[in-house]
């Protein structure tokens, strides 16, 4: 279809051009006619005037009846007729200048169409050049900016490029970070799998099966902690979003860790602020919850404290504890997978808090980690309306 447009655009080119060079052409004609003839009347009268001083009246009144007259029709006198004369031997000696002009008007039409032609060939040479030299670029690695020329019939494939080449490279990036992050991920699972085994296996050497049904656990957790985080990063867990009162996931995920926080002497409190609901996942919020609460529990001492409130944005939920909180340096990270403070409990795997994030940002939420002015890991999760 372009190629169509760019022959009918190139064939208008050239009839406009070899319309304006003949009109030009016509116009240098007409004017050197006129001179012509006014050169040979002016001649053919002089001599008149010169052998006969008394026709020169008679020329002037002529003259001027001629040149006022609108008709101009002199056929009806054909005196050079009458005298043998033919239009031949008045013009024979300007066929030579006439086929000059013509010639001259051809040469004008054909180098104004020549030049339009190459003008037209040299600027796609030059934007496919241009093109080609990005692409090129791209291809070594080198990325840069593709810069417009203008509106012309190129300007739509080097926006199509342009976006082409971006989402490559964004691809390309994509895939270069999930390729590292799976690096990392299964050199931290080798290490997190290789502490249980071990101890599993010096704890049946030394026939101490508590110990070594103890490590099985942390082994089962932290199977089931990597598929879900595997299913997350697959989008393959699929979270069923229903009404659910704020405060029955507090008690809900406070009671399925009723057994270690009775082992710990820890309580949780949970206040009654009315009834407020989000749109959730109940079960996998919970999750996210019972991890936020575990955290606590391992970290602070005496009471787990909730509280809820809610406003046109989110609603907003705090938990926090009564411990020492988190180090500074320690904040940038609280949510990585596999990272342990230097306070971590004996046998964290530390996935818990990268596990609760990725539920809650899942679920159109927001998870923040700081401490309370007074002391105590404080978490901060807002789940928002719209």
């Given amino acids: 279809m372009n190629e169509r447009k760019n022959m009918w655009v190139l064939f208008g080119s050239a009839i406009s051009v070899s319309l304006i060079a003949s009109s030009v052409a016509?116009?240098?004609l007409s004017y050197h006619y006129s001179r012509l003839q006014f050169d040979l009347l002016n001649t053919v009268l002089g001599k008149v005037a010169e052998r006969e001083p008394e026709a020169q009246k008679i020329i002037s009144v002529v003259l001027k009846e001629y040149t006022e007259s609108k008709s101009k029709n002199v056929s009806e006198n054909a005196v050079?007729?009458?005298?043998?004369?033919?239009?031949s031997d008045f013009s024979g000696a300007l066929y030579g200048q006439n086929a000059l002009f013509v010639s001259a008007g051809i040469l004008t039409g054909i180098?104004?169409?020549?030049?339009?032609?190459?003008?037209?060939?040299?600027?796609?040479?030059?934007r496919i050049q241009a093109l080609t030299d990005y692409l090129e670029q791209v291809n070594s690695g080198k990325p840069i900016i593709l810069s417009t020329s203008g509106e012309d019939d190129f300007s739509k494939l080097e926006d199509e490029i342009y976006k082409t080449v971006t989402f490559l490279c964004q691809t390309k990036e994509a895939a270069v970070q999930t390729k590292?992050?799976?690096?990392?991920?299964?050199?931290?699972?080798?290490?997190?799998?290789?502490?249980?085994?071990?101890?599993?296996?010096?704890?049946?050497?030394?026939?101490?099966?508590?110990q070594a049904e103890k490590h099985l656990l942390r082994l089962t957790r932290l199977e089931e902690a990597l598929l879900v985080l595997a299913r997350i990063d697959a989008g393959t867990l699929i979270l069923r979003k229903k009404k659910s009162d704020v405060f029955t996931l507090l008690v809900l995920a406070a009671d399925n860790l009723q057994e270690l926080l009775?082992?710990?002497?820890?309580?949780?409190?949970?206040?009654?602020?009315?009834?407020?609901?989000?749109?959730v996942d109940l079960d996998w919020t919970m999750e996210a919850i019972i991890n936020l609460m575990k955290n606590c529990m391992e970290h602070g001492s005496g009471t787990i404290h909730c509280s809820y409130a809610r406003n046109p944005l989110y609603t907003e939920i705090l938990i926090w504890d009564e411990g020492p909180g988190f180090k500074k340096e320690e904040l940038s990270h609280v949510f990585e997978r596999f990272y342990r403070g230097k306070n971590a409990a004996k046998g964290s795997i530390g996935i818990g808090l990268s596990l609760a994030k990725e539920l809650i940002e899942r679920q159109n939420g927001t998870i923040r980690?700081?401490?309370?002015?007074?002391?105590?890991?404080l978490f901060e999760i807002r789940f928002y309306s719209h």
């Fill in 262 to 279: 009775t082992d710990s002497g820890v309580y949780v409190d949970i206040p009654k602020l009315g009834e407020m609901a989000v749109n």
């Fill in 111 to 126: 180098l104004l169409f020549l030049f339009t032609f190459f003008h037209q060939n040299h600027l796609q040479t030059s």
């Fill in 80 to 87: 050079l007729s009458a005298l043998g004369y033919r239009v």
């Fill in 26 to 28: 016509v116009w240098l």
């Fill in 369 to 377: 980690a700081g401490n309370k002015p007074g002391g105590g890991a």
């Fill in 180 to 210: 590292k992050n799976f690096a990392d991920n299964l050199s931290n699972i080798a290490h997190q799998i290789k502490t249980p085994i071990t101890a599993i296996s010096l704890s049946l050497q030394t026939a101490d099966l508590k």
